[in-house]
């Protein structure tokens, strides 16, 4: 392992920032990414791409969920999204280039780019993405469920470190514009030859998968698993991973 992914995988991840609905700390907010700052924690965040094609910190594609708004992330513009407030909290919507400002390098940062499935893997807006991740003074990753993303970002920067996000691909509403035959690729990684991902960050209720563990047997890389809410779940992790995505405990704990 690099030492740039060394670093990474160093300290556990926490999902979308140290997080509590409850107590009116909503994920991917700037409250939630200090939370883990203080706690000296890694961050995963999501983001997804404005008309504008900017990297908006936001889960879902669509904002009624979470935030004061409504319709889908794509079809407005950053200057127009980072007004809207989260409909718990203080905490507006914020922009990539704000969480960089925010962590200055203090944790590390994993970016999850959330894919539209579009049949130009959002060539602009991952290439952004990386440019941003590049030019950041600090240990950062990029990692996508999508395998086209992958290989747009490998093409551009080879060098911004990369991870394929994948779990057993069972039929259900995450792959419902997946064949039979996607699902079995993302399944066992079979893209690996034109993704060449630096890590594989697999659903941790679907360890052990054939897939992941050859890819570590046979070239080293290294498992972040995702996402560990449970004691059992984190004894999972311990014998089939590397490195934890967690939510809802205190690791250090």
């Not at 300290?11 to 883990?36: F, V």
């Not at 049949?119 to 990692?143: S, T």
């Not at 984190?234 to 704990?253: T, Y």
């Amino acid at each position: 392992m690099s030492p740039e992914l060394a670093a990474i995988f160093a300290r556990p991840i926490a999902h979308r920032g140290y997080h509590d609905a409850n107590n009116g700390i909503i994920e991917n907010t700037p409250t939630a990414i200090q939370q883990a700052v203080d706690k000296d924690f890694g961050i995963e965040v999501d983001v997804q791409q404005t008309s504008d094609g900017e990297a908006l910190v936001f889960h879902d594609d669509e904002l009624d969920r979470l935030a004061d708004g409504s319709g889908p992330v794509s079809g407005r513009s950053s200057a127009d999204l980072v007004k809207l407030q989260m409909r718990t909290g203080t905490d507006h919507l914020w922009l990539l280039q704000d969480l960089f400002d925010l962590v200055d390098g203090r944790v590390p940062l994993v970016v999850e780019i959330k894919s539209l499935l579009r049949r130009d893997a959002q060539g602009d807006f991952v290439r952004r993405v990386v440019d941003q991740v590049d030019a950041y003074r600090g240990p950062a990753c990029i990692k996508t469920f999508d395998p086209d993303m992958l290989a747009v970002a490998k093409a551009h920067n080879n060098s911004v470190l990369r991870g394929i996000v994948a779990d057993a691909a069972r039929p259900g509403p995450d792959y419902t514009r997946h064949s039979r035959m996607d699902r079995f690729i993302l399944r066992h990684l079979l893209h690996f030859p034109r993704t060449s991902p630096h890590f594989i960050s697999y659903g941790v209720n679907d360890l052990p998968s054939p897939g992941p563990s050859m890819m570590k047997k046979v070239f080293k890389t290294p498992i972040m698993t995702w996402t560990v809410r449970t004691p059992g779940q984190l004894e999972v992790a311990k014998r089939f991973a590397d490195q934890i995505v967690f939510e809802g405990f205190d690791p250090d704990q």
